[in-house]
């Protein structure tokens, strides 16, 4: 660094995003078959982008809301909640966030004191390992049991805790590898979080988008974790909202208000133009959200298809969940999947993410993204197979 210039430990101990550097030289090839951005291309639904005119018409997103979320969101997602997960909940139990990301950030921040320890699945989001380090806690990456469709290790888990882990976070379905963890696995880290007294934060975004006759299980849906789980949703999946940044999150009321502190914080409030399009998509009809889960279901299978047909390039598992798929790279080349990644872009004009983003168990993967068209799929296979079939 230039004499002068400072940059805190907690931020320049964060490497730079894998992800976000794959886009960006993506940007620089004309024509490429993307298949790296977890970002529906199917565009929000009518009605919802209908309801944002017409708060913005009637001039009721000028100002700031409640820093919780406008009451009327807030009720929506309690009848919600109830109705989708089997969640009890309050208003004054919910907190509307910059989407699922922002209600993690908080939640972490509430919860973690400097050095703390927080367990994470691997492979997992990296802004999830991010966040626990911003938070000057201590992330422990525990590798899933990739030969199990990425099952939980409980042996693993186990012998993890100190008595210094205060929290453990957890995606599912799973970003990137689709995989789901079961209501059994579930339950048996319910009964850990209970015993040793730590707090589960979930990320639940793909909730809506589980395959194969599986069914979506919320930790909060147990009576026992009152206190102990801390549970992330957002709107920006279920209804092709990346760009509104809106999501929420239940707690107990008596966390409710110290993960505010942060929220205020990080945000203020969530975007109130946004609000009242989450407001739309929750009391509008739901046949987009049965629409989507068909089309990503198509497309899962179409791209394990296109896999199966380059098994001398791939191993994977069949995604039970998400819009999203982790195939192994057999090419001796591929153990560095950074430079697999940059090499099929500039090769082949095909645009994925490198399995290290999600942690060092992400090593020698990628993750494909099959929210796209068929003819996205296609074409990227078919470059594929130009280059390694």
């Given at each position: 660094m230039k004499d002068g210039i400072r940059i805190s430990k907690r931020v320049s101990q964060i490497p730079k995003s894998a992800i976000h550097e794959m886009t960006r030289l993506s940007k620089q090839i004309d024509d490429v078959a993307f298949l790296s951005w977890a970002k529906p291309t199917s565009g929000t639904p009518k009605h919802i982008?209908?309801?944002a005119i017409d708060a913005i018409s009637t001039g009721l997103v000028g100002g700031y809301s409640e820093n919780a979320g406008i009451v009327p969101l807030r009720e929506a997602i309690v009848r919600k909640l109830k109705r989708d997960n089997n969640v009890e909940a309050d208003v004054s139990q919910i907190l509307v966030t910059v989407g699922a990301i922002e209600g993690l950030s908080a939640a972490v921040m509430a919860t973690i004191d400097p050095g703390d320890e927080v367990l994470l699945f691997t492979p997992t989001y990296s802004t999830h390992i991010q966040q626990v380090r911003m938070a000057s806690?201590?992330?422990?990456?525990?590798?899933?049991?990739?030969?199990k469709g990425y099952a939980l290790d409980f042996d693993a888990v186990k012998n993890a805790i100190t008595p210094m882990t205060r929290a453990i976070i957890c995606c599912s379905p799973n970003n990137p590898t689709g995989s789901i963890f079961s209501e059994k696995e579930l339950r048996k880290l319910a009964a850990l979080a209970l015993k040793y007294n730590?707090?589960?934060?979930?990320?639940?975004?793909?909730?809506?988008?589980l395959y194969d006759d599986l069914h979506h299980f919320s930790l909060a849906s147990i009576p026992e974790m009152k206190g102990h789980v801390i549970s992330c949703y957002t709107f920006t999946k279920t209804y092709a909202m990346t760009g509104w940044r809106i999501g929420y999150l239940h707690?107990?009321?008596?966390?409710i208000p110290q993960i505010a502190k942060a929220h205020i914080t990080f945000a203020i409030c969530a975007p109130v133009v946004s609000q009242y399009a989450a407001l739309a998509a929750l009391e509008g009809p739901q046949d987009c959200v049965a629409e989507f889960r068909d089309h990503y279901l198509a497309a899962r299978n179409l791209m394990c298809e296109r896999l199966d047909d380059l098994n001398s390039v791939f191993a994977y598992h069949k995604p039970a969940g998400s819009y999203l798929m982790f195939p192994r790279i057999l090419l001796e080349e591929g153990q560095d999947s950074m430079t697999f990644c940059k090499n099929l872009l500039q090769k082949g004009?095909?645009?994925t993410t490198p399995g290290i983003a999600f942690g060092p168990g992400g090593e020698?993967?990628?993750r494909l993204s099959f929210c796209v068209s068929f003819d996205e799929i296609n074409k990227a296979f078919d470059r594929i197979k130009t280059l390694y079939g």
């Open positions: 982008r209908e309801a806690g201590k992330p422990v990456l525990i590798p899933t049991i990739e030969q730590l707090t589960i934060i979930t990320d639940e975004a793909y909730e809506y988008f707690a107990d009321e008596v966390l004009k095909v645009s020698g993967h990628l």
